[in-house]
T-cell receptor, first 112, second 117 residues
Framework: GQQVMQIPQYQHVQEGEDFTTYCNSSTTLSNIQWYKQRPGGHPVFLIQLVKSGEVKKQKRLTFQFGEAKKNSSLHITATQTTDVGTYFCAGGYGGATNKLIFGTGTLLAVQP | DTEVTQTPKHLVMGMTNKKSLKCEQHMGHRAMYWYKQKAKKPPELMFVYSYEKLSINESVPSRFSPECPNSSLLNLHLHALQPEDSALYLC????????????????FGPGTRLTVL
C-alpha cells in the first residue's frame, strides 16, 4: 500500500533559524497537501501542489513538489514561535476517492 | 461559516457502553470523513462519505459504525470498544473531488478525545 514518510520526526530550532521538512511517497502522487497541527489542535490546511516541479510560496513558507511527483518539501525561513506545531504532508493518489494518506509528520519546536 | 463542529469534546466510556460522536458542517460540503489520531501519530483515515453514501471504509472494525443522516451531519456510533481504541477522533469535510489530479482542501473539526476504560 501507499506510504508517506517525513523526516525529521522532530526539529528544535532557535527563533530566526530556518527549518525544512521532507516528505517521500512510496508511489507516484497525483497531488500533495500540507497541513499544520498546533499542539492540542486539529490539522489546518496550508497548501496543495499538483504539478511536477511546482514551487509555491506563502510569506516565509516555501513548498516544493518533486519532478517525479514522489517527494515534497516545506521550508520555513526565519522561524517564529508561532510556527510551533506538527507539519504533515498528505498525499493524494488520484481518482474520485477523496482519500489522503498523511505523512508521519515533523514536530517543530522553536525556542525564543 | 468555515467551521466543522464536533461533540462531545471529551468522552470516557467503558468497554460495554454504546456512545455516539457527532460532527456538523454548514459549508455545503458533500464529502465528510472520520479520522483516528493516536498521540504523536498522523491522522488515519477511517471512513469517507460522498453525497451521503459511504465511499471508503478503511477496513475499520465493526464496533465503529458510521452514519450520514444528511449532507450536514456525520455520526460515528461506538459499541464494545477496546482500550486501544482510545484516541482523538477527527471529523473533516470538503467539496467532493471529481477524479481530477487536484483534491479539495479538507476542513477539520476540533476532534473528540475518547478514552476507553
Amino acid at each position: 500500500g501507499q506510504q508517506v514518510m517525513q523526516i525529521p520526526q522532530y526539529q528544535h530550532v532557535q527563533e530566526g533559524e530556518d527549518f525544512t521538512t521532507y516528505c517521500n511517497s512510496s508511489t507516484t502522487l497525483s497531488n500533495i497537501q500540507w497541513y499544520k497541527q498546533r499542539p492540542g489542535g486539529h490539522p489546518v490546511f496550508l497548501i496543495q501542489l499538483v504539478k511536477s516541479g511546482e514551487v509555491k510560496k506563502q510569506k516565509r513558507l516555501t513548498f516544493q513538489f518533486g519532478e517525479a511527483k514522489k517527494n515534497s518539501s516545506l521550508h520555513i525561513t526565519a522561524t517564529q514561535t508561532t510556527d510551533v506545531g506538527t507539519y504533515f504532508c498528505a498525499g493524494g493518489y488520484g481518482g474520485a476517492t477523496n482519500k489522503l494518506i498523511f505523512g508521519t509528520g515533523t514536530l517543530l519546536a522553536v525556542q525564543p | 461559516d468555515t467551521e466543522v463542529t464536533q461533540t462531545p469534546k471529551h468522552l470516557v466510556m467503558g468497554m460495554t457502553n454504546k456512545k455516539s460522536l457527532k460532527c456538523e458542517q454548514h459549508m455545503g460540503h458533500r464529502a465528510m470523513y472520520w479520522y483516528k489520531q493516536k498521540a504523536k501519530k498522523p491522522p488515519e483515515l477511517m471512513f469517507v462519505y460522498s453525497y451521503e453514501k459511504l465511499s471508503i471504509n478503511e477496513s475499520v472494525p465493526s464496533r465503529f459504525s458510521p452514519e450520514c443522516p444528511n449532507s450536514s451531519l456525520l455520526n460515528l456510533h461506538l459499541h464494545a470498544l477496546q482500550p486501544e481504541d482510545s484516541a482523538l477522533y477527527l471529523c473533516a469535510s470538503s467539496q467532493v473531488d471529481m477524479g481530477l489530479s487536484s483534491y479539495n482542501e479538507q476542513f477539520f473539526g476540533p476532534g473528540t478525545r475518547l478514552t476507553v476504560l
